[in-house]
């Protein structure tokens, strides 16, 4: 009987940390506004990821151009774009971009002045303000726009819409904090419980082994999903968010090298308790038969 409920411990304490671990990191990096910022921010240090926003930023300041009645050559900009896309100033700005397209997915009090259409935008706006860009678009008169929506998607499907991951922000926190806490709990039931202190913490190490394998292996899966998602992203946007994806995947795989080290280390504390318990119960029953030996 306290085997079964051992068993049955360790299972509970298994799924909640394989719904805690994803959790947590979506919470941390992809639904709280600000860890989304820092994610964006970070992805801006990616060379291919500055080199899709220069050409971008390139187009859109060629057609300001064209719609003051310019004729300016594309290499002009271009090279005034990849100079901004390489400063220091950039991961910052580029944090603020993606702001607003944090909140068109995650609220629904982002209104349609961007984008008559209501699709997902991300606004250009902040970079224009840098004053490399500023004073590039001043030689020849342009004023820069407050603002500079540029569509993700052209074809959007009917399900994307604004505030469709309203119930993440909802209750992402609850969910990642609660199986958090779920885990922890019922680990240490079943090291209470468990009538080998040792052999219980081994097993809660294959647990953090086996979630760390499994969410491996879902990364591998999810990737092809993400990537039919972004086939209607063409160009340089497409470009920007294969970036982005490859920085979610860099940073989940550092979680899961963690939970694996982790759970490679309670396996061999575990073996070594269970080990030195085995001896310490040796040494117990030999002074006994020994003593009873000589009655």
Known sequence: MRFVLTALLWLVTTIALAVALPAAWAQQHVVDADGYAAFAQRAAADPALQQAVAAELTT???TLAANSGYDVQTDLFGTAAAAYTRSSAFPGQFATANRFAHRWMFTDTVSNDLDPQGRWVIDLGPMLADSSLQSTLQAFGIKAPSSLPVPLTQNAPAALRPGLLRPA???GPWV?????VLAGVFA????????????AIAALGVSALLVGAAGWAGLEVGRRYVGKALVDTSGDLRQIADSLVGQAISSTHQWLNITLAVGGGLVVVGIILTLLGGIGRRSVREPESSSL???
């Open 293 to 295: 030996q000589q009655t």
């Open 169 to 171: 922000a909802t209750w």
């Open 176 to 180: 990642s904090v609660g199986a958090t």
């Open 188 to 199: 240490l039931l079943t090291i209470a419980v468990a009538r080998r202190r040792g052999k």
């Open 60 to 62: 859109q300041l060629v």
